[in-house]
């Protein structure tokens, strides 16, 4: 059935402008082409997202700032198995998934680190990849306070994960 989406919506689209006669097919052109100038603007931050990623994974970074962050984590109560999680959540989706999963099928999907895992992968965003996407977008230059502001709303997002599995479950 899904098979069937895009080509229904395509001709769906098509109908729609040949009964107001207007030139669906430029529309769609002048979209596309707006969607590619679009992704030339923000391809660079997201470049540099990903590589610096995959830096701070591959050089062992990220396990140094996990171990040196643990104390401060406990002391709010988050857990200090999930430091890589907080630390890589702000600046990429998929690192994150990949080590939520890592903490689930070690500690279990049923454990409180894997429950905290999975509330704190829903209830926060990814403030990097969305700040750059949408600044660069907009053409925005300054972030002025929104990364301070995002950064502080992933910690409370952080810190209310771990409140909640730690009380209701």
């Known amino acids: 059935m899904s098979g069937y989406i895009v080509p229904l919506l395509l001709f769906f689209t098509a109908a729609i402008a040949l009964g107001k006669q207007e030139n669906a097919y430029g529309i769609m052109l002048q979209g596309a082409s707006e969607g590619?100038?679009?992704?030339?603007?923000?391809?660079?931050?997201?470049?540099?997202?990903?590589?610096?990623?995959?830096?701070?994974?591959?050089?062992?970074?990220?396990?140094?700032?996990?171990?040196?962050?643990?104390p401060v984590f406990s002391l709010f109560?988050?857990?200090?198995?999930?430091?890589?999680?907080?630390?890589i959540r702000p600046i990429s989706g998929s690192a994150a998934l990949?080590?939520?999963?890592?903490?689930?099928?070690?500690?279990?999907?049923d454990s409180s680190i894997g429950r905290t895992a999975a509330v704190m992968l829903g209830s926060t965003e990814t403030?990097?990849?969305?700040?750059?996407?949408?600044?660069?977008?907009?053409?925005?230059?300054?972030?002025?306070?929104?990364?301070?502001?995002?950064?502080f709303a992933d910690f409370v997002g952080f810190f209310m994960a771990s409140l909640t599995v730690r009380f209701l479950f």
């Open 127 to 151: 403030t990097f990849y969305t700040i750059s996407v949408y600044f660069g977008a907009a053409g925005v230059k300054s972030t002025r306070y929104t990364i301070p502001a995002a950064l």
């Open 36 to 70: 590619l100038s679009l992704l030339g603007s923000i391809l660079p931050s997201l470049v540099l997202l990903l590589t610096a990623v995959y830096m701070l994974r591959a050089s062992g970074a990220m396990e140094l700032m996990s171990l040196a962050l643990s």
């Open 98 to 109: 990949a080590v939520g999963a890592e903490l689930m099928k070690e500690y279990g999907v």
């Open 77 to 87: 109560g988050i857990p200090p198995e999930t430091a890589p999680l907080v630390l």
